[in-house]
């Protein structure tokens, strides 16, 4: 089996088959990331040799590819190694020949029991993906030839934690990832999505301080180091955990206050028709994705304020009418 999620490892029947050099170490993963598809010379020379290859480096890889296919045959096995001209090919076959294909079986399967809401199987099957990772992809193995083949592969990675944070989230195990949630914002502090989910995970552990907290380190992180604000969904959230307006898991939210329209004799009068203002929660959603509901929040926060702006331009036509009553 191969094992590239990490540092390069090679088993047979569970024990470790030695890959000596690393420049056949660089060449082997530079297949791997690519499995089952051409890997052209040119591209095998960059990886071992970056901008500097040698006259000889076409010569050398013949080399690196017969010592690895003695290294990788087994019984009387061929080689999984294949030339093609000016290309080379590594076929790999079955789910968990490569523990790259068993993290993207089991994400698969994951998301397909969120789609299904069984939410408890979808845990367990992205929790096992991400155990897999045992460390940054072809970890040691400086090329950056490499490493825009690794890019793609670690988004992915931080997309499915994020995911697994999801599902956790709303299997009301808070407590439970508030560690797991600090550490990958302490590791990637500009993923807003991460973000939000450690100040929901905080909140409805009983530590709104903390929540607030976290938001004005995000806040201040996004402005000192990139210049910006942080998306307005995060804004929302804060105001919302900041007037205890999301509900603790599992229960209906509270009735948002109602808002009266100001009179010009200092009395408040009842809501004009054509301008009430929208509650920016209902029980409706309090069992929905809090991170889809805080975008919900956003377009009624939009609506009511051009519902304030509605009240405020008739409360000054009202206004402006008595002043007007007033002079006659």
């Known amino acids: 089996m191969f094992h590239i999620l990490g540092p390069l490892l090679v088993t ?23 499995p089952n598809q051409m890997v052209s010379l040119d591209r095998l020379v960059d990886v071992m040799w970056d901008d500097r290859p040698p006259a000889s480096a076409h010569g050398q890889i013949r080399i690196c590819v ?5 290294l990788l045959r087994g019984g009387e096995r061929d080689s999984v190694i294949e030339t093609h001209p000016s290309c080379y090919r590594i076929s ?3 789910e968990d ?3 790259l294909f068993t993290f993207e079986r089991l994400v698969s399967q994951g998301r397909a029991m969120v789609r299904d809401d069984q939410l408890e199987r979808a845990e ?15 970890a040691g193995l400086d090329s950056p030839a490499l490493g825009a083949l690794v890019v793609r592969l ?43 989910q450690l100040m929901l995970a905080l909140y409805h552990s009983g530590r709104q301080a903390d929540a607030l907290k976290t938001f004005r380190a995000v806040r201040a992180r996004f402005s000192e180091d990139l ?47 054509g301008v009430a203002l929208l509650s920016r929660t209902s029980p409706n959603t309090a069992t929905a994705d809090p991170l889809e509901q805080l975008r919900l929040e956003n377009d009624l926060l939009r609506t009511e304020r051009d519902g304030l ?9 009202l206004s402006d009418a008595d002043q007007g009553a007033a002079a006659y």
């Open 12 to 34: 047979s029947g569970g024990e470790p088959i030695e890959i000596s050099g690393i420049r056949r170490q660089k060449l082997l993963a530079a297949l791997l990331l690519q």
């Open 154 to 196: 670690h988004e992915d990675r931080l997309t499915v934690q994020e995911e697994y944070f999801d599902v956790a989230l709303k299997l009301g195990y808070h407590q439970r990832i508030i560690g797991d949630l600090t550490g990958f914002v302490s590791e990637n502090p500009f993923r807003e999505r991460a973000c939000a």
């Open 92 to 94: 790999v076959h079955g």
């Open 66 to 70: 017969s010592g690895l296919r003695r």
């Open 227 to 273: 210049g910006i604000e942080p998306a307005r969904d995060l804004h929302v959230l804060h105001q919302s955990i900041l007037v205890g307006r999301l509900s603790p898991a599992g229960s209906p939210p509270a009735d948002p206050p109602a808002y009266a329209v100001p009179r010009p004799d200092g009395h408040q009068g009842r809501r004009p028709a």
């Open 124 to 138: 367990r099957l992205l929790k096992s993906a991400l155990a897999l990772w045992r460390g940054p992809v072809a």
């Open 97 to 99: 020949a490569v523990d």
């Open 309 to 317: 702006r509605r009240i405020l331009s008739l409360w000054l036509d």
